[in-house]
């Protein structure tokens, strides 16, 4: 019998974000899989890393290269996918590790459309981070009728304008080098004052920063929570 595949989300950074279940499948499965950068270290192990045992087990770096040419990163997953196959072939469930929740922008769903079809597979969801931003910056993220939008900030500021405009509260992920953009947009909407970037949520160098503030290019791990209300509603 093939093995089985869990994609596992590890939340935003806090290692005591993790659920039980996580922990669980995390420590029984014999390959443990994570993305990783092409050099250094991955983020999602070394959030798990506490709770790893000293068991036997394979462990299968998965080593993408985060550029905005897609093609590299294609490849590296087409490779990637086939190493996880080996195992699984070979019945041993793998484990993959997977920052924030596995179906939120995560790698995993990569790796999920090549593999889910000739394998089981189970996904568990974790904390992803407009929740532990929101929880940083003390913004309730909707309540009531009201509307979230989730935008990321690669998409022309026209665009970002038309889509936060329909919503009461924005979550903009993908920040990067697209600060000014997103100050200018923010400045037209008359928004700005409304919007702060948030770095690291959950972990030990989070930050909350006005978005008139905010640092260009912004932190890798960082995005803008934008609300129309200056206080939840009664």
């Known amino acids: 019998m093939s093995g089985k595949l869990y994609g596992i989300g590890v939340g935003p950074g806090d290692p005591e974000l993790l659920t039980l279940k ?12 994570y993305p990783a950068p092409e050099e250094g270290e991955s983020l999602a192990r070394s959030i798990a890393a ?19 040419d897609p093609a590299p990163a294609q490849e590296a997953y087409d490779a990637a996918a086939e190493n996880i196959a080996k195992h699984l072939e ?3 469930d793998v484990a993959v590790l997977c920052e924030g929740d596995p179906f939120f922008y995560g790698s995993f769903l990569h790796l999920f459309a090549r593999l889910s079809g000739r394998f089981e597979t189970e996904v568990v969801p974790g904390i992803s981070s407009p929740y532990a931003a929101a929880a940083a910056a003390g913004v309730p993220l909707s309540t009531r009728d009201e ?9 022309p500021a026209e665009i970002l304008a ?5 919503a009461d509260t924005a979550v903009i992920i993908k920040v990067g080098r697209h600060v000014g953009k997103l100050k200018r947009m923010l400045v037209g909407l008359s928004l700005l004052n409304q919007a702060k970037l948030i770095v690291g949520a959950s972990t030990d160098h989070q930050q909350v920063i006005p978005m008139a503030q905010a640092p260009d290019p912004a932190p890798y791990f960082s995005l803008v929570l934008v609300t129309r209300r200056e206080a939840p509603k009664r």
């Open 90 to 92: 070979a019945g041993r």
């Open 22 to 33: 996580a922990l669980r499948l995390i420590n029984s499965a014999p390959v443990l899989a």
């Open 50 to 68: 506490p709770y790893i045992d000293d068991g036997e087990r394979v462990e299968l770096p998965l080593r993408l290269p985060f550029l905005v």
């Open 147 to 155: 509307t979230l939008i989730v935008l990321p900030a690669t998409l």
């Open 162 to 166: 038309e889509r936060i405009g329909m």
